[in-house]
C-alpha cells in the first residue's frame, strides 16, 4: 500500500486569538490526530504535504513524524475554505495495520454499453461510494467497475460489485449502483395534439359564441 511520509509540530495557543492567522500566514494548516485508543493532539501541517496527500488519493495511509515518534493515520476530513478553497483544517485518524477498518471508498465507471448506441440509453450514476470493511494495507482508492455488459433491462447493484482481495461490502448489497434510462421525448405528436383538442371540454363563453353564431346563421338562411 502506498504510503505518503510527512512532518507536524504540536500545536500552541489554541482558542489566543491571532494564533490561527499566524498559522497560516506560515503556509500551515491546524489539524487534529486522534483515534488508537491515545489523546487527541492538536498539530500543525504544511500545505505542502496537505498537497501531497490530496494527490495521493482517497485512503492514503499517511506516516505522520511528530515529537521525534512516528505514527499511521488516514486522513478523515480536510476542511476547505468557501471563497478561495484553500486548506483550513484536517483531521487525522491514528490507524493500526493489525486492525479491519470501516472506511468509505470511491467508485470509478468503465466501459460503455451497447445499449447507449443502439437506443440512446442514458447512464445514470445513482451510488458513488461504497462502505467497506479490510486491514489497512488492504484498503483500496477506489473501486472500478466496469459497466460495458449492463443493458437497459439489468442495471448494477452494490452486491453485483467484485471487490478487491481482504475487502468486505458494508454497504446494502441491493442498494443500486447505476443503471440505464431510455431518454423521453416530451413534444406531442401531431395526432394526439390534435386529439387532445378534440377532447377538450368546452367552456360556457366558447359555447355562448357558437350557440349565437349558428343562431345568425340560420336568420340569414330564412331571409
Do not use: C, W
Amino acid at each position: 500500500m502506498e504510503k505518503v511520509s510527512i512532518q507536524a509540530t504540536s500545536r500552541e495557543g489554541i482558542g489566543v486569538k491571532g494564533t490561527l492567522s499566524q498559522i497560516r500566514a506560515e503556509k500551515k494548516v491546524p489539524a487534529v490526530l486522534y483515534g488508537g485508543h491515545k489523546e487527541p493532539v492538536s498539530i500543525t501541517v504544511s500545505v505542502k504535504d496537505l498537497d501531497k496527500i490530496v494527490k495521493a488519493g482517497k485512503n492514503t495511509l499517511i506516516e505522520i513524524s511528530l515529537n521525534g515518534a512516528a505514527e499511521l493515520a488516514l486522513v478523515k476530513e480536510i476542511q476547505y475554505h468557501a471563497v478561495t478553497d484553500n486548506f483550513i483544517h484536517a483531521d487525522f485518524q491514528r490507524v493500526s495495520m493489525k486492525d479491519k477498518m470501516d472506511v468509505v471508498v470511491p467508485l470509478k465507471l468503465e466501459g460503455t454499453p451497447a445499449d447507449v448506441a443502439n437506443y440512446g440509453a442514458i447512464i445514470e450514476h445513482i451510488l458513488r461510494e461504497l462502505e467497506v470493511r479490510a486491514l489497512v494495507s488492504a484498503i483500496p482508492h477506489e473501486i472500478v467497475v466496469d459497466i460495458t455488459p449492463m443493458t437497459i433491462n439489468k442495471g448494477i447493484l452494490a452486491g453485483d460489485i467484485k471487490l478487491p482481495q481482504g475487502v468486505e461490502l458494508i454497504t446494502d448489497k441491493e442498494a443500486p449502483v447505476v443503471h440505464l434510462a431510455i431518454p423521453k421525448d416530451d413534444t406531442p405528436a401531431p395526432v394526439a395534439a390534435a386529439d387532445a383538442a378534440a377532447a377538450q371540454p368546452e367552456s360556457s363563453s366558447t359555447k355562448g359564441k357558437k350557440d349565437e353564431e349558428g343562431n345568425l346563421a340560420k336568420d340569414a338562411a330564412k331571409k
